[in-house]
């Protein structure tokens, strides 16, 4: 038998912890070897989860190889079920999902929870959507002052929809509620797709939702009537509803929808996801896709998205200080 000799055998272990210390990088180098989840942390057929289903085709298509991406809906607890399932996940970059303001920002503030914005590896903001009020187009109110009237003139009727307490959504309603001196009753669902077939079905008044969520269902045939953006100027999405300042309500309210995923990626398996969700936003023929969907986009790299995330954060600690968003 073949016999080592004493010098090979001395170097053996060095040899072994190079070997585990190549295997991380090794394995990741081959990323993706598995599907990839995608979560999204709100219904199927709303703004974040078409967002998702689109981008996921051209993120795994700038991934390259076989890289495959699965879309997973965890809805519930206003985004709080999908985020804090995105958090707890291993950081290996086969779990991977949207994170939505303000919920992921509010949350954490108005109660005990298992996640936080700075728990993610940001990925990328893809999505800046304006909040938006919508009624039933048959339903008599054309316009801010005539919904405020209505509301002033019947205490409590108009009930409203939302993706749930915390969402932009219901921060906007509230706002307008202080705004306008008047009462709305408050009705939250999992997701928009559940406040679009509430509002189709007229169980409730008034859609409180994005504007590119709300044209995406016009467009579906839904018969809607915009009375107003909550965004500084018009949308170029919708250049003839006119904003809540134009109208004398001071609200702006938007939702940003971005990629993240658990905290401590891989650094070659983070920069292989940040380029290719980058080159994804940037293919002509997704913001050609996400153009004829009503998503409006507007990509953000990682830290310009942790910027934003840490001023939205601070600015609704203070709101939350001041007027807690509560229905009561």
Same mark, same amino acid.
């Given at each position: 038998?073949?016999?080592?000799?004493?010098?090979?055998?001395s170097?053996?272990?060095?040899? *072994?912890?190079?070997?585990?210390?190549?295997?991380?990088? !090794?394995?990741?180098?081959?990323?993706?070897?598995?599907?990839?989840?995608?979560? #999204?942390? +709100? =219904? =199927?057929?709303?703004?974040?989860?078409?967002?998702a289903?689109? /981008?996921?085709? %051209?993120?795994?298509?700038?991934?390259?190889?076989?890289a495959?991406? #699965?879309?997973?809906?965890?809805?519930? =607890?206003?985004?709080?079920i999908?985020?804090?399932? !995105?958090?707890n996940?291993?950081?290996?970059? %086969?779990?991977i999902?949207?994170?939505?303001?303000?919920?992921?920002?509010?949350?954490?503030?108005?109660r005990?929870?298992?996640?936080?914005?700075?728990?993610?590896?940001?990925?990328?903001?893809i999505?800046d959507?304006?909040?938006?009020?919508?009624?039933?187009?048959?339903?008599?109110?054309k316009?801010? *002052?005539? !919904?405020?009237? +209505?509301?002033?003139a019947n205490?409590?009727?108009?009930? +409203?929809?939302?993706?749930?307490?915390g969402?932009?959504?219901?921060?906007?309603?509230?706002?307008?509620?202080?705004?306008?001196?008047?009462?709305?009753?408050?009705?939250?669902?999992?997701?928009?797709?559940?406040?679009?077939?509430a509002?189709?079905?007229?169980?409730?008044?008034?859609?409180a939702?994005?504007?590119?969520?709300? /044209?995406q269902? @016009?467009?579906?045939?839904?018969?809607l009537?915009?009375?107003?953006?909550?965004?500084?100027?018009?949308?170029? /999405?919708?250049?003839?509803?006119?904003?809540?300042?134009?109208?004398?309500?001071?609200?702006?309210?938007?939702?940003?929808?971005?990629v993240?995923?658990?905290?401590?990626?891989?650094?070659?398996v983070?920069?292989?996801?940040?380029? =290719?969700?980058?080159?994804?936003?940037?293919?002509?023929?997704?913001?050609q896709?996400a153009?004829? +969907?009503?998503?409006?986009?507007?990509?953000?790299?990682?830290?310009? %998205?942790?910027? @934003?995330?840490?001023?939205?954060?601070?600015?609704f600690?203070?709101?939350?200080?001041?007027?807690?968003?509560?229905?009561?």
């Amino acid at each position: 038998m073949h016999r080592l000799s004493s010098h090979l055998r001395s170097l053996l272990p060095a040899f *072994a912890l190079c070997a585990a210390a190549l295997a991380p990088g !090794l394995a990741s180098a081959a990323y993706p070897e598995a599907p990839i989840k995608m979560i #999204v942390a +709100y =219904a =199927a057929g709303g703004g974040t989860d078409i967002t998702a289903r689109l /981008l996921a085709q %051209y993120t795994q298509k700038h991934l390259g190889g076989d890289a495959s991406i #699965v879309v997973i809906n965890r809805p519930g =607890a206003g985004g709080g079920i999908g985020f804090t399932e !995105l958090t707890n996940a291993k950081p290996d970059g %086969y779990t991977i999902g949207f994170i939505n303001t303000p919920n992921v920002l509010t949350i954490p503030i108005e109660r005990k929870s298992s996640f936080h914005w700075q728990n993610f590896d940001l990925i990328g903001n893809i999505v800046d959507d304006p909040g938006n009020f919508s009624v039933h187009a048959e339903t008599p109110i054309k316009n801010l *002052a005539e !919904l405020v009237a +209505y509301a002033k003139a019947n205490p409590g009727k108009v009930t +409203y929809g939302t993706t749930g307490i915390g969402s932009d959504d219901h921060l906007a309603a509230l706002m307008f509620e202080r705004a306008a001196g008047v009462k709305l009753t408050h009705v939250p669902f999992k997701g928009a797709a559940e406040v679009h077939n509430a509002i189709a079905s007229k169980q409730i008044m008034l859609a409180a939702m994005n504007i590119g969520e709300a /044209l995406q269902y @016009e467009k579906g045939g839904t018969p809607l009537r915009h009375l107003g953006q909550m965004s500084e100027k018009r949308s170029t /999405l919708a250049p003839n509803v006119p904003t809540f300042k134009e109208q004398g309500f001071d609200v702006i309210m938007a939702s940003l929808r971005g990629v993240a995923a658990p905290r401590n990626l891989p650094p070659d398996v983070r920069e292989k996801l940040v380029n =290719a969700v980058q080159k994804a936003v940037n293919d002509p023929e997704f913001r050609q896709k996400a153009a004829g +969907y009503f998503a409006p986009i507007r990509y953000l790299a990682p830290t310009p %998205y942790a910027a @934003e995330l840490k001023t939205g954060e601070d600015d609704f600690r203070k709101l939350w200080q001041a007027n807690p968003w509560t229905d009561k």
